[in-house]
């Protein structure tokens, strides 16, 4: 059973670190893009940040997260992470963990094949 299980969300105030983990299984995510995405209340699902395949990492984030959130990951653990620094109130949302096989980055949800249930972050004033 192929799965991704995020955890690491809860309650932080404004300013504050969370760090989230997403731990696959029933196959290896080692060559794909990893990618975390996060949706608010009556929003549709918005690209966050992705992290590229194999050895070497790139990483792509959205324009409201760069220099405060980092993606990284350990292959052999088969696990992906997110780093949240200066976090603000409307970073409130559930994060999900998603992969993307196709060899291609794309910031959009449709083309992620593999999602995890998510996890919820919220960030008090």
């Known amino acids: 059973q192929v799965q991704l299980v995020e955890s690491g969300g809860g309650l932080v105030q404004a300013g504050g670190s969370l760090r989230l983990s997403c731990a696959a299984s029933?196959?290896?995510?080692?060559?794909?893009?990893m990618g975390w995405f996060r949706q608010a209340p009556g929003k549709e699902r918005e690209f966050v940040a992705a992290i590229s395949g194999g050895s070497g990492g790139a990483t792509y984030y959205e324009d409201s997260v760069k220099g405060r959130f980092t993606i990284s990951r350990d292959n052999p653990k088969n696990t992906v992470y997110l780093q949240m620094n200066s976090l603000k109130p409307e970073d409130t949302a559930v994060y999900y963990c998603a992969a993307n096989p196709r060899g291609r980055l794309w910031p959009s949800p449709t083309y992620y094949d593999y999602w995890g249930q998510g996890t919820q972050v919220t960030v008090s004033s």
């Open positions: 029933g196959r290896t995510f080692s060559g794909d893009y």
